[in-house]
């Protein structure tokens, strides 16, 4: 139990402190966010409970395939922005365009001998 709330802490944390940061520099945040910290710290706790080679490689490999999908949301955030609409239907729109690519990645990802 108080190994989830380690955990739970650590995460909220983390997110906490990249907007914090994002208020003075938020370039360096995005920096800070873009890192694959979640997925390092994933694969930790991961390899802590349960040390399998073949499980890790499983893991890191179909984190590579599905991060390609998110990308296209930070693309389309900020022309949205700056094409005068809000921040929630940007935010919206982005969460959207993800959730279609990745179903699209799960569905034709293996067809294309990737292995998610």
């Not at 650590?10 to 995005?30: D, N, Q, Y």
């Not at 984190?63 to 022309?79: D, I, K, Q, R």
């Amino acid at each position: 139990m108080w190994s989830l709330v380690a955990k739970a802490l650590l995460s909220g944390a983390l997110i906490v402190t990249i907007a914090e940061i994002g208020k003075r520099l938020p370039a360096f945040a995005a920096l800070v966010a873009s890192l694959p910290l979640v997925s390092v710290l994933g694969m930790i706790l991961l390899w802590h409970a349960r040390p399998d080679a073949e499980n890790m490689a499983v893991h890191a490999e179909a984190t590579f395939w599905y991060v390609l999908p998110s990308l296209p949301m930070f693309v389309l955030m900020p022309w949205l922005l700056r094409h005068g609409h809000g921040f929630w239907l940007a935010l919206l729109a982005g969460c959207l365009l993800t959730i279609v690519l990745y179903l699209l990645m799960a569905q034709f990802g293996p067809r294309l001998g990737i292995r998610i």
